[in-house]
């Protein structure tokens, strides 16, 4: 038996991720109905629906992938445009245990969760998901980085501004192939650890007077760390691209100004390993559910270790 055998999952809009996430759940037993996901064609038995009631009614799980729903409760399509609203009436036909997976839970869908007592579960705040989606997102920002610079990577005096799973996964592989990597961190402990991991290190108190030196800047924080008054430090000739979510950590308006090329790059892994990051989506998924389905058995979970081995 297959380890999702019959369960009714419904996928809501998604970039190319959601096909290889649509894939894997097909093919361990689920029955997947879908709205706004590009190229559900090319999804053997998924049912494309026309409204969201058809997606919602009945579920078992509810997926809703990047670029997700905003902030006023809209569902985007893979392009950014708006489809239809995700209302609260939709969101009640479902049990307060089925469980809504979305990648990062924006303020709508919080306060429906709280109103209406939802299962909301954010993939981002779980390592084991964060850990394992960091490997396409820092090889799609080095990616970037070698597309716009004028020089390698190798030899080139790089900053990664934050130690999270992310910065950490990407420090490692800049100084894999060559660069001179500095990561700048705010507290003792994670100087401490990237210290220990081989990097140099900087406090964000020591940007003014490092900057300048740096060819490339990876931001990691989500947060104003590299403001107009610092980026008129910086060599005119910088590249920086700035992973953090929208609307990112760079006052891009004043690196325009400066003359300066910043990019805000968030959702890499959708656009530079979409087969990758959704096996990795539906690894994650397919544990959950298998840890909240009674009777699980061992033999399951060692189908499920296998799930996205050669497709």
């Not at 401490?192 to 081989?198: I, N, Q, V």
């Not at 968030?266 to 656009?271: A, E, N, Q, T």
Request: net charge negative; hydrophobic share 50%; glycine share 10%.
């Amino acid at each position: 038996m297959q380890p999702l055998n019959g369960m009714r999952i419904g996928i809501l809009g998604g970039d190319a991720r959601a096909t290889y996430l649509a894939l894997e759940l097909i093919a361990n037993g689920a029955q997947v109905r879908t709205i706004a996901m590009p190229d559900p064609e090319r999804v053997p038995t998924i049912r494309v629906c026309r409204t969201l009631d058809e997606v919602c009614g009945q579920a078992n799980a509810l997926i809703i992938p990047l670029p997700g729903i905003d902030a006023r409760g809209i569902l985007n399509d893979a392009h950014g445009a708006a489809i239809m609203e995700l209302s609260g009436a939709i969101l009640g036909q479902l049990g307060k245990e089925t469980p809504i997976f979305t990648v990062v839970a924006r303020a709508y869908m919080l306060k429906m969760a709280a109103e209406l007592g939802l299962n909301l579960v954010e993939l981002s705040s779980i390592d084991e998901f964060a850990i394992w989606n960091s490997i396409p997102s820092a090889e799609g920002a080095i990616q970037l980085a070698m597309e716009q610079l004028p020089i390698t990577i190798h030899g080139s005096r790089s900053f990664v501004v934050g130690l999270g799973r992310t910065g950490a996964t990407l420090a490692r592989m800049l100084t894999g192939i060559g660069a001179k990597t500095t990561v700048v961190a705010r507290r003792l402990e994670t100087i401490a650890r990237a210290g220990e991991m081989g990097f140099e290190t900087a406090f964000f108190s020591d940007l003014p007077e490092i900057i300048g030196g740096a060819d490339i800047i990876f931001n990691t924080v989500p947060a104003m760390v590299l403001p107009a008054e610092l980026l008129s430090l910086a060599n005119r000739e910088v590249l920086i691209v700035d992973l953090a979510s929208a609307p990112g950590g760079t006052d891009f308006e004043a690196a325009r100004k400066l003359g300066i090329k910043a990019m805000l790059a968030p959702s890499l892994p959708g656009r530079v390993a979409p087969k990758t990051a959704g096996q990795i989506m539906a690894r994650i998924i397919i544990r959950m559910l298998l840890e909240e389905a009674p009777g699980s058995s061992s033999s399951e979970q060692e189908v499920l270790a296998n799930a996205t081995q050669g497709r």
